[in-house]
Structure formats: structure tokens, C-alpha cells
């Protein structure tokens, strides 16, 4: 079965701890992404990669990092939580046909930084 | 950059009744997504549109790409309990596969 799984689905910590998100994809997707939602301000993405070894910054960057080290794999990085990175977390990976492109999302991640 | 109006943010309706939301575009989208999240979990993705007019289906679902190119809407007919969650509009720029959002529609269906 197609699917972006993440881990772990909730998350309680401190401010300071670092942490990570991991996300996975078994479609052998090129691209990936990972986003925030808040009430009131919707979607928006954190950091994107084209690619292995490629990644760039979204809208929301600061406080946090990512990798790509292998195409299925694309954590997220929290090197020095803080409670203003209390939110939802999506990773997404992106099917590409022609010039045009689909989203698929994981379950999400439910982060509280106390 | 891009923004997405999304409209209504909410509705309630009766069960059986029909439903339609619409999105509109400060700049011609190359591709218009649907996407419907449950509460805590991730959005699905319902319908993708690809062309300029093209209406697409899916079950009781249906969307169109809007001739302008800057605007799409999702009809949803005979809704059931189960259609309750938020229906979020998306879109593309040409070649990019990076996505706006819309904010949100809430769908309550009354029993």
C-alpha cells in the first residue's frame, strides 16, 4: 500500500530537548515536504527536498532542520525546541507526472514543547 | 506570492442536502487540488483537476477547474455523516510543485 508514515504521532517535550521527526515514503517519490498547521494560519511548509542531498527552505524555516540521506527517508530536526513550535506537523511526499504534481501527506505529528 | 480564498470557512447542513465550496486564485494555478482531513490526521487527497474547464468526479464528489484558471470549486451532493472534516483547496504554479493553500472549509452535517 502507498503511504507516508510518521513517528512518532504525539509528542510531548521540553524546551531545549532536541528531537526528531521521521518520515518515510514507499512510492519512491523524488520530492518531499514537511509543514506545520495552526489554527488560523492553515498550512505552511517548513523545508522541502527535490531530491537526495537537495533540500531548501519554505515559508517557516527557523528552528528547524532536515535531511536527505536516502530518497525515502526525510526527518525533521528540532535541534533546541521551543513552546512557539507547539503545532501539528505533516510530512508530505510529492508524485510528479509531467509538469504537474500531487501531494500525499502523513497522519501527522501532534508536537507539545513545554 | 500566491493567495487562495477559500469560501465558506463553515457550513452546516442536513444530511442528504448538497454542498459546494469554491476557491479562487490572485494568479492562474497550473493545477487545482482537493484535499478533506479528518480531525488529527492528515489531508487526503479527493480530486486533482489539471486543465482549464475540466470537471472531474469522484463518487459524490465533483470539482471543476475553472475557465480563468484562477479558481475552482467542489460539490459535494447528498452528503452523508461521514462527510464531515475540513475541505481544503490547493494549487500550482506552472512547474512547481510547490503548494498554497487554501484556509479551510468546515463541513457539519446534521443528522
Known amino acids: 500500500e502507498a503511504q507516508v508514515t510518521q513517528n512518532p504521532r504525539y509528542l510531548i517535550t521540553v524546551t531545549g530537548k532536541k528531537l526528531t521527526v521521521t518520515c518515510s515514503q514507499n512510492m519512491n517519490h523524488e520530492y518531499m515536504s514537511w509543514y506545520r498547521q495552526d489554527p488560523g494560519l492553515g498550512l505552511r511548509q517548513i523545508y522541502y527536498?527535490?531530491?537526495?542531498?537537495?533540500?531548501d527552505k519554505g515559508d517557516v524555516p527557523e528552528g528547524y532542520k532536515v535531511s536527505r540521506k536516502e530518497k525515502r527517508n526525510f526527518p525533521l530536526i528540532l535541534e533546541s525546541p521551543s513552546p512557539n513550535q507547539t503545532s501539528l506537523y505533516f510530512c508530505?511526499?510529492?508524485?510528479?507526472?509531467?509538469?504537474?504534481?500531487?501531494?500525499?501527506f502523513g497522519p501527522g505529528t501532534r508536537l507539545t514543547v513545554t | 506570492g500566491q493567495q487562495l480564498n477559500q469560501s465558506p470557512q463553515s457550513m452546516f447542513i442536513q444530511e442528504g442536502e448538497d454542498v459546494s465550496m469554491n476557491c479562487t486564485s490572485s494568479s492562474i494555478f497550473n493545477t487545482w487540488l482537493w484535499y478533506k482531513q479528518d480531525p488529527g490526521e492528515g489531508p487526503v487527497l479527493l480530486i486533482a483537476?489539471?486543465?482549464?474547464?475540466e470537471l472531474t468526479s469522484n463518487g459524490r464528489l465533483t470539482a471543476q477547474f475553472g475557465i480563468t484558471r484562477k479558481d475552482s470549486f467542489l460539490n459535494i451532493s447528498a452528503s452523508i455523516p461521514s462527510d464531515v472534516g475540513i475541505y481544503f483547496c490547493a494549487g500550482n504554479g506552472a512547474g512547481s510543485y510547490q503548494l498554497t493553500f487554501g484556509k479551510g472549509t468546515k463541513l457539519s452535517v446534521i443528522p
Open positions: 483537476l489539471y486543465k482549464a474547464g
Open positions: 527536498s527535490m531530491n537526495v542531498e537537495v533540500t
Open positions: 508530505a511526499s510529492i508524485k510528479r507526472l509531467d509538469t504537474y504534481y500531487e501531494q500525499y
